[in-house]
T-cell receptor, first 114, second 116 residues
C-alpha cells in the first residue's frame, strides 16, 4: 500500500481567496487523482495529474478554478481558486498502488468557505 | 459512461450480526474492477475489498465478503460478526481496466450504524 500525507487537514477560508492543498506520497507513482466530496455526498473526480504533463479535468471542472501541479512522482498540489461557499467540501488525493489495481487515499482536507 | 447505484442510504445492524449492503452498476465494459471503500467519521477512505470482473470467485477479506453477479451487474458487500468499529459510510466503486485509466466512479454511499 501507499502512504499518503495530505495537508492541511482542514481550513476555514474567506470568500474570494485561494487555498492550496498538498499531497505527498511515500513512493513514486505515475498518476495521482483529486476528488471532491461535497457535504453528505459521494466522491467526484476533479482531475487526473500525471507527472510532466497537464492535468486532465473531468466535465464540470476547469483549470482556472482548480489548478494542479505535479512537479515530481511523489508530490502534487490542488489549488481551489477564488473560493465561494459552494466550494465547501472535502478534497481528497488518491494514488494507485504499485502492484495492483487498488487506489489509496489521503486523509482529506475539510474546507469551509465563509 | 459508468454509473454506480447504492439503493440503501442508511442501514443499521446489531453488533455481532450480519448485514449486506447492495450495489448495482451499469457499464458496457467487459473487464473492470469493483471496490468497496469505508469512510469513518475521520474522513479517511479505507479500501475494504476488491473484485476483478474476470474472476468468478467472490473476494473475501476476513469478515468482509462480496457477492459478485456479473450478468446482473450486482456487487453486494456482506459484513459478518459486525463490530462497533464498522460504523461508517460505505461506498461501492467501479474502475475500468487499467489501460483505460485508473479513476474510480463511486456510488452514493450507504451509512451503516452498528448498534451495541
Amino acid at each position: 500500500s501507499a502512504v499518503i500525507s495530505q495537508k492541511p487537514s482542514r481550513d476555514i477560508c474567506q470568500r474570494g481567496t485561494s487555498l492550496t492543498i498538498q499531497c505527498q506520497v511515500d513512493s513514486q507513482v505515475t498518476m495521482m487523482f483529486w476528488y471532491r466530496q461535497q457535504p453528505g455526498q459521494s466522491l467526484t473526480l476533479i482531475a487526473t495529474a500525471n507527472q510532466g504533463s497537464e492535468a486532465t479535468y473531468e466535465s464540470g471542472f476547469v483549470i482556472d478554478k482548480f489548478p494542479i501541479s505535479r512537479p515530481n512522482l511523489t508530490f502534487s498540489t490542488l489549488t481551489v481558486s477564488n473560493m465561494s461557499p459552494e466550494d465547501s467540501s472535502i478534497y481528497l488525493c488518491s494514488v494507485k498502488g504499485a502492484r495492483d489495481e487498488k487506489l489509496f487515499f489521503g486523509s482529506g482536507t475539510q474546507l469551509s468557505v465563509l | 459512461a459508468q454509473t454506480v447505484t447504492q439503493s440503501q442510504p442508511e442501514m443499521s445492524v446489531q453488533e455481532a450480526e450480519t448485514v449486506t449492503l447492495s450495489c448495482t452498476y451499469d457499464t458496457s465494459e467487459s473487464n473492470y474492477y469493483l471496490f468497496w471503500y469505508k469512510q469513518p467519521p475521520s474522513r479517511q477512505m479505507i479500501l475494504v475489498i476488491r473484485q476483478e470482473a474476470y474472476k468468478q470467485q467472490n473476494a473475501t477479506e476476513n469478515r468482509f465478503s462480496v457477492n459478485f453477479q456479473k450478468a446482473a451487474k450486482s456487487f453486494s458487500l456482506k459484513i459478518s460478526d459486525s463490530q462497533l468499529g464498522d460504523t461508517a459510510m460505505y461506498f461501492c466503486a467501479f474502475m475500468k481496466h487499467r489501460n483505460a485509466g485508473n479513476m474510480l466512479t463511486f456510488g452514493g454511499g450507504t451509512r451503516l450504524m452498528v448498534k451495541p
